[in-house]
Nanobody, 126 residues
Framework: QVQLVESGGGLVEVGGSLRLSCAASGNIFSINTMSWYRQVPGKQRELVASSKKGGTTNYADFVEGRFTISRDSAKHTVDLQMTSLEPEDTAVYYC????????????????????WGQGTLVTVSA
């Protein structure tokens, strides 16, 4: 069993900053991609930023240099530093990871499992 736990959401004023953190725990052999998504009620969940195992990072166009994703592979954590927040950034932010469970790896099953966190609400007030 593997899980992701997010923290760091909350209320912030326009132009402010917020740091989200996500920690993976459980039966982990390795983690490939770790990402942050967000979702506004009535809209599809969208990718914010991702960090691949080799170090490559990708950002959604709307980030425009305001957010930074950082990952500690040894600790199985991924953070999202958000600056210059706008009301349009208000959403529930979800952590996502592609995790290869240890119990699968030792059996030779090398397909990663997609895991989502429970989400953390970010509200940017105008």
């Amino acid at each position: 069993q593997v899980q992701l736990v997010e923290s760091g959401g909350g209320l912030v004023e326009v132009g402010g900053s917020l740091r989200l953190s996500c920690a993976a725990s459980g039966n982990i052999f390795s983690i490939n991609t770790m990402s942050w998504y967000r979702q506004v009620p009535g809209k599809q969940r969208e990718l914010v930023a991702s960090s691949k195992k080799g170090g490559t990072t990708n950002y959604a166009d709307f980030v425009e240099g305001r957010f930074t994703i950082s990952r500690d592979s040894a600790k199985h954590t991924v953070d999202l530093q958000m600056t210059s927040l706008e009301p349009e950034d208000t959403a529930v932010y979800y952590c996502y990871a592609e995790i290869l469970p240890f119990s699968d790896a030792i059996m030779g099953r090398l397909a990663s499992v997609e895991v989502w966190g429970q989400g953390t609400l970010v509200t940017v007030s105008a």
